[in-house]
T-cell receptor, first 109, second 115 residues
Framework: KNEVEQSPQNLTAQEGEFITINCSYS?????LHWLQQHPGGGIVSLFM???GKKKHGRLIATINIQEKHSSLHITASHPRDSAVYIC???????????FGTGTSLTVIP | GAGVSQSPSNKVTEKGKDVELRCDPI?????LYWYRQRLGQGLEFLIY????????KSGLPSDRFSAERTGESVSTLTIQRTQQEDSAVYLC?????????????FGSGTRLTVV
């Protein structure tokens, strides 16, 4: 069993739709990251969370520490949001990062 | 520099040869990670450097893999006697400091192909 599970694995949305990507984890963490990977491999760190909620533009990330769950929301989705979104957690017992396998998002015009 | 720089961007090597991959972190970033991403798979942690502390090598897949970092500067990842299963994108990330509110900046990766 992976320490980090993401859902859905693949997601296709129409432009303008509200999108939610979910992440559940099974280890104790000190922080959770949401990463965006575009075709070609470049990775951008979107958020780092240890509690509550963060917002950046059309992106919102929330985390529930008790339930070991995080969500990434994209409001008013746009084709340029098409990418793989990766959830990663930092273990609170060492330096180890655990990564989800990613959610491939395609936003259709 | 303005971002994390990795070189080379692409490397094709013959099985059995040694390769060296380089990562230039953002100036002043004390934390540096190496990751590997095989085709169609998620990111795998390889090694972590924090300042002058002993590195966390727990993610290195075999003794053919080693990495060095001098202080808070450049890091090199060396793979000896490369195998085809080493083919992957090798990513480096650095952070201003460990823990806390700061996120990580990723380099664009080195795509290694072992033929």
């Amino acid at each position: 069993k992976n320490e980090v599970e993401q859902s859905p694995q693949n997601l296709t949305a129409q432009e303008g739709e509200f999108i939610t990507i979910n992440c559940s984890y099974s280890v104790g963490i000190s922080a959770l990251h949401w990463l965006q990977q575009h075709p070609g491999g470049g990775i951008v760190s979107l958020f780092m969370l240890s509690s509550g909620k963060k917002k950046h533009g059309r992106l919102i990330a929330t985390i529930n520490i008790q339930e070991k769950h995080s969500s990434l929301h994209i409001t008013a989705s746009h084709p340029r949001d098409s990418a793989v979104y990766i959830c990663a957690v930092r273990s609170n017992t060492g330096n180890q990062f655990y990564f989800g396998t990613g959610t491939s998002l395609t936003v259709i015009p | 520099g303005a971002g994390v720089s990795q070189s080379p961007s692409n490397k094709v090597t013959e099985k059995g040869k040694d390769v060296e991959l380089r990562c230039d972190p953002i100036s002043g970033h004390t934390a540096l990670y190496w990751y590997r991403q095989r085709l169609g798979q998620g990111l795998e942690f390889l090694i972590y450097f924090q300042g002058n502390s002993a590195p966390d090598k727990s993610g290195l897949p075999s003794d053919r893999f080693s990495a060095e970092r001098t202080g808070e500067s450049v890091s090199t990842l060396t793979i000896q006697r490369t195998q085809q299963e080493d083919s992957a994108v090798y990513l480096c990330a650095s952070s201003l400091r460990d823990r806390g509110i700061y996120g990580y900046t990723f380099g664009s990766g080195t795509r290694l192909t072992v033929v």
